[in-house]
């Protein structure tokens, strides 16, 4: 019993993909990200951008020199009308702790939750 094209195109995208595969069709393009971000993997981690994944370089270098003593990604904060998501929270060798989120575009959403990091917790988001 095999599976009509009319039945593959009732599936949802991500489960014609794994069929297609599987049937040795070519898979479908997958949707361009909103603003042009390439999802890149470093070590088995999925980072959302080229710009995200070289600044996880980055940490993971200046945690093996010492300069940091420790680095989270993507640590959440409860803001009001939603959660924060930033993509690191850094602790350097002095102690100093940032919040750094990699942007391309900053958008009204991200502008707020900014604001508001600083209103409710006094901590000031540092852009890269």
Known sequence: MGISSKDL???P??????VRAQLGGK???RRA????????EIDGV???????AKSFVDFQLLLK???ILWYCRQPI???EGGRYR???????????VEIIDVKGVKTPQYLKCKRQMMERYGIEVIEK
Do not use: M
């Open 46 to 52: 999925r980072l959302d951008s080229k710009k995200e």
């Open 33 to 40: 990200s909103k603003y042009n971000a390439v999802k890149t």
């Open 65 to 67: 020199a010492g300069d």
């Open 9 to 11: 195109e009732r599936l």
């Open 77 to 79: 904060f409860d803001l």
């Open 86 to 96: 930033p993509d690191f929270i850094v602790c350097w060798k002095d102690g100093t």
């Open 27 to 29: 898979p479908t393009q």
């Open 13 to 18: 995208e991500h489960v014609k993909r794994v």
